[in-house]
Structure formats: C-alpha cells, structure tokens
C-alpha cells in the first residue's frame, strides 16, 4: 500500500523559506506525476505545483509562480517543494498527492493517494 508523508512545515516570519518534503513508500513513484496542494481554514483545497514522472514538466499555481519550486528524486521516492518569499497567505496546511497520470494538467480527483498534511504558517 503506497504511503505518503509529509515534513519540513513549520513556523516562519514573512520573507522567509522552508522545504517541504513528501517521502513516498510502499511503492514507486518514478512512473507517476505528484503534486502539491494546500488547504487554508475556511477554504477548498487547492493546487500549487506538480511535476510530471521524470521532473521534465513542471506547472505552478500564479499565486506562488516565481517563488516555489517543486522537484523530484525518483531514486529516493522523495518529491520537495522549496518555498522562498513566504507571505502569511501562504499559511495553510500542504498536501502531497501522487496522481496515476505520468503528467499534464491534472484534475484534482486524478490523485489517488494523499498525504497526512504539513502545517506551514507564515507569521507577519
């Protein structure tokens, strides 16, 4: 049964950085796209970033275009996402996903395994 978890959130001041990573067991993820997303209270989850199978094709949300960077370690079936620029609307609790599409512009319910969550706050 494939596993995933996230790690890396935390507390941080505006302008800051963290990584998150989303090691991925019980299975292999080098066939497969992964994604990002993110859930603030109150709110619908949604997308940040994802990566196609091989790390070739990335796509991010505009919101955070320019300042998070998502990447991929097949050989250590690890998938990160570097957050840079914080802002407190970044505050939200960050999901790791593992789609069964190897890459495109992939629907939310095209993901069929799902991490616990990392809570990032972003303090002002």
């Known amino acids: 049964q494939v596993q995933l978890v996230e790690s890396g959130g935390g507390l941080v001041q505006v302008g800051g950085s963290l990584r998150l990573s989303c090691v991925v067991s019980?299975?292999?993820?080098?066939?497969?796209?992964m994604g990002w997303f993110r859930q603030a209270p109150g709110k619908e989850r949604e997308f940040v970033a994802n990566i196609s199978w091989n790390g070739g094709t990335t796509a991010y949300a505009e919101s955070v275009k320019g300042r998070f960077t998502i990447s991929r370690d097949n050989a250590k079936n690890t998938v990160y996402l570097q957050m840079n620029s914080l802002k407190p609307e970044d505050t939200a609790v960050y999901y790791c996903?593992?789609?069964?599409?190897?890459?495109?512009?992939?629907?939310?319910?095209?993901?069929?395994?799902w991490g616990q969550g990392t809570q990032v706050t972003v303090s002002s």
């Open positions: 019980g299975g292999t993820i080098s066939y497969d796209a």
């Open positions: 996903a593992k789609s069964w599409r190897p890459a495109g512009n992939i629907p939310l319910h095209e993901y069929e395994v």
